[in-house]
């Protein structure tokens, strides 16, 4: 590309919210500087109060390429880092990436040219998941695949076009200043409720399969537990804040959750033929390792059951068991007509 052609793309900012991310911060921010995009880019980086070398190692990004800094995220929250970055930064284009989060070869240059070309206000793609362990490679491909987490394009893919949400995002400025950025009260979910805003005020959401960012797995069975028991919690969460948000698919966690848990408990009170209902789960999610796992090796497709089993379970906890005082702390945070909303909840 020519001098001019460059100078004429909109500069890039992309935000990267870490709390210990020692294992792939580095890795990940140098994908960001490998981009092939020839506009200016900035990276800014909000450090939460880590636990491990993710201090240390971002001082040193910092010093080895004067487009990296770091900005304090002192609450460790996800939605205060994202804003507390956007903040920070000053180009007309917003990239999120999470720090272990790792772009693929010309991810911003595309988004870039789809934001023009598809006159969204946000853009994204795929959360390709790979892991680097046995245990990493079951949680990817249930985190892939349609028995783990239903037909939502980001994971699976699709054709492109509008969609609810996107994976991470690539935004335009002015839409972030507009809506006041992310919603810090949502821990989790924030990506999915600031969508939503989006959507209602008339942005376009744009999903495309070109846009692919390797997604690093939890590393633990209790690790996943607790993404997937947050994920459903504050998802609960959404709902209750802006209704008519729900749909079949979030449900579909709580009612395996319910049914498996009601038919042990007869099967075990009242008569063996319930346990057919935690058996006919068993068997689907036994047979889909069989489908699912295929190239997995032997151990990693035996670990497969327990990654499905883990993630609809613990989303179906945590959305069931999500208190409605979530709900009403978020209401309450939101200023413009925050008692109109409250007094829908009941």
Do not use: C
């Amino acid at each position: 590309m020519n001098t001019k052609a460059a100078e004429e793309l909109p500069a890039v900012s992309v935000i990267m919210p870490v709390l210990n991310e020692e294992r792939h911060l580095r890795t990940a921010v140098r994908r960001i500087l490998d981009q092939e995009y020839p506009g200016p880019i900035e990276v800014v980086i909000a450090l939460g109060p880590s636990g491990d070398r993710t201090d240390e190692i971002a001082a040193e990004l910092v010093a080895e390429d004067p487009r990296v800094r770091t900005v304090a995220n002192p609450t460790g929250r996800t939605p205060a880092g994202l804003n507390a970055a956007i903040r920070g930064s000053r180009h007309p284009i917003v990239v999120r990436v999470d720090g272990h989060g790792l772009l693929t070869p010309g991810y911003i240059a595309t988004a870039v040219r789809l934001l023009g070309d598809m006159e969204a206000a946000n853009v994204g793609g795929i959360m390709h998941a790979e892991g680097e362990t046995e245990w990493e490679n079951a949680v990817a491909a249930a985190m892939t695949s349609k028995l783990g987490v239903g037909n939502a394009a980001f994971h699976t893919g699709g054709l492109a076009g509008p969609a609810d949400t996107v994976y991470l995002g690539v935004f335009r400025r002015e839409v972030l200043e507009k809506l006041g950025g992310y919603n810090e009260e949502f821990i989790r979910a924030q990506d999915w409720e600031l969508n939503y805003r989006i959507r209602q005020d008339g942005g376009l959401i744009w999903f495309t399969p070109q846009l692919k960012v390797t997604y690093r797995p939890r590393p633990s069975v209790r690790a996943l537990a607790k993404q997937y028991k947050d994920y459903g919690r504050w998802r609960r969460v959404v709902t209750r804040y802006h209704r008519g948000s729900v749909n079949l698919r979030y449900l579909a966690p709580p009612a395996a959750l319910l049914a498996v848990t009601l038919g042990t408990v007869l099967g075990a009170a009242v008569h063996p033929v319930f346990l057919a209902v935690p058996g006919a789960y068993l068997l689907g999610i036994v047979g889909g390792a069989v489908t699912e796992g295929r190239g997995l090796s032997v151990k990693a497709r035996a670990m497969l059951p327990v990654a499905f089993a883990t993630m609809h379970l613990s989303w179906g906890f945590g959305f069931l068991t999500s208190p409605r005082s979530l709900a009403r702390r978020v209401i309450a945070s939101v200023r413009p007509a925050a008692e109109d909303v409250l007094s829908k909840t009941g």
